[in-house]
């Protein structure tokens, strides 16, 4: 036998073993309930895998919902074209923009208090089947609201309703109460070396 040869050999009988372990973990998964998902972290594609999750979302026919808790002073590709789809996506731009750039934390408080109540509509509607609160780890954050009341409303929402929170800096609470916690790590970003952030591909 050639050393090619032995090698596929070697690789079909890897990949039985994995086969026969994936064929055993998805046969022990039977739980089937709303996830709780965080996507956190300094790099680059928290919001951008929510929102392509939401388009998986609609692709399956379920109702979503969106509160943006920071973005907001300018629009973006993603609000363009979700807002093709009144009836199955609710999209709420509830922010005033990044934190540096509004400078007034009362006033940012009080854009979070209101972006919150729509969030709880929302997170009490079971004919929604996908929240993402987007950039609602940094309201949290900076402390523009309080960690236990968005737990309990995101915990008491319906059974089988997911939920998606981005943005740096996920508090540890939130991280422990979470199904699935993914940390987005930057190695490279284009704005460091002085380009501009290009549309589609940054908003």
Known sequence: MS???????????????KKALMDEKIAEAQDEYGLL???????KGKSSSAFGMLARALGHGMKVGVVQFIK????TGEEAFFRRFPDEVRYHVMGEGFTWETQ??????????EAWAVAAELLSDPEIGLVVLDELNIALKY?????????ADIESRPLLQHVVVT????????????DTVTEMG???????A????????EF
Do not use: C, W
Not at 37 to 43: F, I, P, Q, S
Not at 194 to 201: E, T
């Open 104 to 113: 007034d934390r009362q006033r940012d408080i009080a854009k979070a208090r």
């Open 194 to 201: 002085g380009v501009k952030a290009q549309k589609g591909v």
């Open 72 to 75: 907001g002073a300018a629009s």
């Open 37 to 43: 998902l965080v996507h956190t972290g300094n790099g």
């Open 167 to 178: 943005g740096r800096g996920a508090p540890a609470g939130l991280i422990e109460a979470a």
């Open 3 to 17: 050393e090619s040869s032995e090698r596929d050999e070697r690789h079909k009988a890897r990949m039985q073993r």
């Open 186 to 192: 930057l190695i490279k970003h284009a704005f460091k």
């Open 143 to 151: 402390g523009y609201l309080e960690l236990a009341p968005v737990l």
